[in-house]
């Protein structure tokens, strides 16, 4: 009798361990259909790519020409939405509160990677509050003029600051902006003083650079590109390591001697933290499919661009790197970003 019992008994444990097991296969399985469903549904509505900046600068252009592309490919709206402001930090402000389901999707610049050191007290950290998606592109910046200045070169500009210290001014679209932190190292290596115009968005810095309202102003390639072959801009030096493809006559900073010289603006989609892992994967991988198409590098390269692409990891890596770049150079020049 007791034999029977404990065979009984072991029927009913291994029954148990039986169902159990096919309860975390059901529920594993659950789960990578329904990732899978969700990798496939997206999107499942309009999307929007939201730009930190103003029209005109380098993330409008890119979201403008791969929005139509990914609207094609998707099947869905894809529109362009422009929050500028704070060197970036308002509309990076409303993407790190939308929804984590990849609906809103941020196309940001290099400013992304200098919010902490330049505004500690936001209300969020860009290196938490987003997950990286991938690096589309990097640019030159440039030390550039109106074509109405009397500097030809960038050694008159140095010379000119060097005999009248804190006179000569430059454009900035705002204080702690890559721009106004690219020219606060750039007069830190040449020992040059400069007066700083801070402004609200590249548009307005822009304009009065062309105007020759202020002396200079440090401008990313790409921006600059269609007013210096329309002849309203001219770019005295590159701050890339070699010259641009498209502008050969352009000298670069290391060329002139400035050893630390080398600053490169970078293009770059975020989406929100907690977006799933499967529309991350997919927003990836669409986004650097569109990268290889012929017409997208061609306007990409007529822009001063370099594209890139790559996994997610890519653009993490290098937004983290850079806060500890410039957390140096907003220490030694004592800026404070203006909230």
Partial sequence: MSHLIAQASAFTRRGTLCCAALALCSTLWSTQVSAQNASNAYPSGPVTLLVPFTTGTGADLLARLLGPKLADKWKVSVVTDNKAGASGSIGTGVAAKAAPNGLTVLVTATAHGTFPALMPKLPFNPQQAFTPVILLGTSALGVATSAKSPFKDFKE???????????????????????????????????????????????????????????????????????????????????????????????????????????????????????????????????????????????????????????????????????????????????????
């Fill in 157 to 339: 500009f140095q010379d000119s600051a060097k005999k009248q210290p804190g006179v000569l001014n430059y454009s900035s679209p705002g204080t702690g902006s890559p721009q106004h932190l690219a020219m606060e190292l750039m007069a830190q290596e040449t020992n040059i003083k400069l007066l700083h115009v801070p402004y609200k968005g590249t548009a307005g810095a822009l304009t009065d650079l062309m105007g020759g309202h202020v002396d200079a102003s440090i401008v990313a390639l790409q921006t600059a590109a269609p007013h210096l072959q329309n002849g309203a801009l001219r770019m005295l030096a590159l701050m890339s390591a070699e010259r641009s493809p498209a502008f050969p006559n352009v000298p670069t900073l290391k060329e002139l001697g400035v050893a630390n010289g080398v600053v490169e603006t970078w293009y770059g989609v975020f989406v929100p933290a907690a977006t799933p892992a499967d529309v991350v994967a997919k927003l990836n991988a669409d986004f650097n499919s569109l990268l290889q198409l012929p017409d997208v590098k061609e306007t990409m390269n007529k822009q001063g661009m370099v594209v890139v692409g790559g996994k997610p990891e890519r653009m993490g890596d290098l937004a983290k790197n850079e806060l500890s770049r410039w957390a140096r150079v907003v220490e030694k020049a004592g800026i404070k970003a203006e909230n």
